[in-house]
């Protein structure tokens, strides 16, 4: 997640939006914060099968790879499918969305997490990504208007013969 982050944020630099750089950097990092505190608050142990695939640290709810999925893999989707065509984006978003529900899911296949706990995160996962496309959206309408403000600003200037 960490190299989606960054590389996304590089994606944002390379077009000169700073704001974007830097909610595509914060908004993965404060849903893992924030998944952390709420792991330590609700303190509920991981699954114990013995069928488990592999052994994991940490607490189980909710799923910190389900809020890392979910955040970090759409959010970088919807922001470079903002600048790329239709078809594509929504082809991107599609393989995002299915590559997210794999990973989330494949924690309760591995034994690792209870099934609530993935969605907990799903939802976690989601709100953050919410305010991150809020903050987006804001963002880009803002843009928008300072472009039409100058390129009236600029008509009005010059001068017809």
């Known amino acids: 997640m960490t190299l989606i982050a960054i590389g996304s944020a590089c994606y944002a630099l390379i077009r000169r939006n700073v704001m974007a ?3 595509l950097l914060v908004a993965p990092y404060a849903a893992a914060v924030s998944c ?3 792991k330590g608050w609700v303190d509920r142990q991981r699954p114990s099968l013995d069928c488990s695939s592999i052994q994991a640290e940490g607490f189980s709810f909710p799923s910190g790879h389900a809020v890392g999925v979910t955040t970090g893999f759409l959010l970088a989707v919807l922001y ?3 600048q790329t065509p239709r078809t594509i984006s929504v082809l991107l978003l599609a393989l995002a969305g299915a ?3 794999l990973v989330a899911w494949s ?3 591995l034994g690792v997490h209870f ?3 993935v969605l907990a995160g ?3 996962g989601a709100g953050w990504l919410a305010v991150a496309v809020l903050v987006l959206h804001r963002q880009s309408a803002g843009r928008l208007r300072r472009e039409a403000r ?3 600003t600029n008509s009005a200037t010059e001068h017809v013969p």
Do not use: I, K, P
Request: no cysteine; proline share 0%.
């Open 107 to 109: 924690r309760v296949f």
């Open 21 to 23: 750089a830097a909610v």
């Open 36 to 38: 952390n505190l709420l």
């Open 115 to 117: 099934s609530v706990d």
């Open 122 to 124: 799903q939802l976690l």
């Open 80 to 82: 470079v499918g903002m």
């Open 150 to 152: 100058q390129a009236l």
């Open 99 to 101: 590559g997210a529900e």
